[in-house]
């Protein structure tokens, strides 16, 4: 496993996502912002894998990267995972990061987040 990841600053530079009053409100930074906040805190807190075939382990694990109810069963290597593939999957995908925000994954992922301090 590469070197553990700085979890509290995930928490504390994205404490954004947990203080809103609901999902998309207007409390929200403009998304464009929440996108690289997102992006950069995960790999400044190395968080994000590098050298990771995120499709073959999508199609090999058989996890759904989408399920916010699942995420407090997940170990640490794989949150990590989960987190990178969707970082990845926007280069690809316009918009998959602004979504994931406005429907709450991302503050579930990082309320989630919690129990690796």
Known sequence: M???PDVNKIIS???IFLSTKSVGSSDFLPRDRDVIKVIST???AGFTLTGFDYNKWISESKIDIQNIDNLDQHDLETMR???TAHIRINR???GHLN???DNG???SFV???NRFL
Do not use: E, N, W
Request: avoid cysteine.
């Open 81 to 83: 995972k989960i987190i």
């Open 13 to 15: 530079d994205l404490s």
């Open 2 to 4: 590469a070197d553990q």
């Open 42 to 44: 995960f790999d400044t």
């Open 92 to 94: 690809f995908v316009d």
């Open 105 to 107: 994954f991302i503050q």
């Open 111 to 113: 309320q989630s987040l």
């Open 99 to 101: 979504k994931l925000i």
